[in-house]
C-alpha cells in the first residue's frame, strides 16, 4: 500500500489550552485527558492543568505557529 498523505495517529495529537482560573498556557497529547466530542463544541480535551491542577480544556492545534489567543475561549489561535 502506498501512502498519498501521511495522516496523524489520534494518541499524537497536539492540543493547546489555557487554564482558566491561573491563564496558563499548556500544550498536551490526546493521551494526556479525557477526550470528548459535542456536536456543538466539536472535539477537546479535558486535562487537569500542569500548574493548579484545575480542570482545563484544550482543542486541537491545527498545525503551523501561533498567532494569539481566542479572547472568548481562551485557546490559542494558529495560522
Known sequence: MKIIKEGQ?????IF???CSHCKTQFECERWEGQYENHQRDGDFLRVDCPLCSKSAIAYPARGGSLIGQDQRSGSWIDR
Open 16 to 18: 493547546r489550552g489555557t
Open 9 to 13: 495517529l489520534p494518541d499524537k495529537q
